[in-house]
């Protein structure tokens, strides 16, 4: 895995334990889902291929409900292949398996691997009826690959030991948060500790092209003593080591929801800067051997069903900002999230930036943070 790429396993795991399941069917009263329907001759032409070959998706993820409501949707089979698998495994199978009627019909890619595939030949472009939907920042203009899901850089709050919870990068830097402020590791090494630092930047002057003013942020942080070194897991904190732990929001949720009743924590979007954001993308194979199925699959990926669905695990659909626009949301998800709001304002950096911005914390992170 890049350092940069979400882990998809644990963006999506716990999907169950966080909003649950039942999420997926909630509708407030008089609610109506807004997005468009499959053109009959899309859903007939699908129907007619009967199995849909997925890979890398997961039955223990929230693609395990999606899958199975797809298959009683459309009255189709959904045969999900090396359901643990990863990106690059992905490619490989469309590779070596492309003439052969097991081969995966659509794939689920970090956009790393996903512009490698473009590049080879290997997905076939495709718009969705939402298609306007997806920010242009995170999809290929012909449809080879457009994002699907994603996270956002959060503060995990351990409100037993943080008794003012902070709401800004710039309240980090106080001295009530002297030793409490931690990442997941090094941001040359953990995708979502450079995310933090991006995120920083985002606050303090810098831009997705210019992520220099958040290793000066993490440097006055440390100059500060604010920043803790200890690497933030669940454990360190519950336990108070790392009270305010910088992390992606899907996780810091899972654990505030799962610690209910024995820590109480708050996760809090901070209010300066726009949020900064990493995603994964779908795309249809070239060589599909069930590529109206896999169509419709996209189609309800990417209709207000399928968009809820990655939202009850807490992975933040491409669309979540049009879909509160349309107020297609329930009211009971919009609960169990922190601002809502600040999703609509999330930035994602193409792969140029993201290699510029990761040679530039090579350079200067050990030089600059000092600890």
Request: glycine share 8%; with cysteine.
């Amino acid at each position: 895995m890049a350092f940069f790429d979400i882990s998809r396993r644990g963006l999506l795991r716990g999907s169950s334990l966080a909003l649950g399941a039942s999420l997926l069917n909630i509708k407030a009263p008089g609610l109506a889902l807004a997005s468009p329907v499959p053109a009959a001759d899309l859903v007939s032409a699908a129907q007619a291929e009967k199995v849909l070959n997925t890979i890398a998706l997961s039955p223990n993820w929230v693609y395990g409900k999606l899958m199975k409501d797809f298959s009683a949707k459309y009255g189709v089979e959904v045969n999900p292949t090396n359901p643990e698998g990863n990106s690059s495994e992905e490619l490989q199978a469309i590779r070596s398996l492309k003439k052969q009627e097991r081969g995966p019909d659509c794939v689920d890619l970090a956009p790393s691997f996903a512009q490698q595939a473009m590049g080879e030949g290997l997905l076939q472009p495709y718009q969705v009826a939402t298609w306007q939907d997806i920010p242009d920042s995170v999809k290929d203009k012909d449809g080879h690959f457009y994002g699907c899901y994603y996270g956002i850089i959060s503060f995990a709050v351990n409100k037993s030991v943080v008794k003012t919870v902070p709401r800004t990068w710039a309240d980090l830097l106080k001295p009530e948060y002297r030793g409490m402020v931690a990442m997941g590791g090094n941001p040359m090494r953990a995708g979502d500790s450079f995310a933090a630092v991006m995120a920083a930047s985002l606050a303090n002057g810098g831009s997705l092209d210019n992520i220099e003013p958040g290793v000066e942020f993490f440097a006055r942080l440390a100059a500060a003593g604010n920043y803790n070194p200890i690497q933030s897991d669940k454990g360190s904190m519950v336990s108070g080591q790392t009270p305010i732990a910088l992390r992606w929001d899907y996780l810091a949720l899972t654990i505030r929801d799962e610690e209910a009743g024995r820590t109480e924590f708050e996760v809090v979007v901070p209010g300066d800067g726009a949020p900064f954001g990493n995603y994964y993308v779908q795309g249809i194979s070239a060589y599909a051997p069930h590529p109206n199925l896999a169509k419709l699959w996209q189609e309800f990926l990417f209709s207000d069903e399928g968009q809820l669905g990655f939202l009850s695990g807490f992975a933040q659909p491409i669309r979540f900002g049009r879909m509160l626009e349309q107020g297609v949301v329930p009211k009971a998800v919009l609960d169990r999230l922190p601002t809502p709001e600040a999703y609509k304002q999330v930035r994602f950096a193409s792969q140029a930036q993201l290699d510029k911005a990761k040679q530039v914390v090579a350079d200067l992170w050990a030089k600059e943070v000092k600890i």
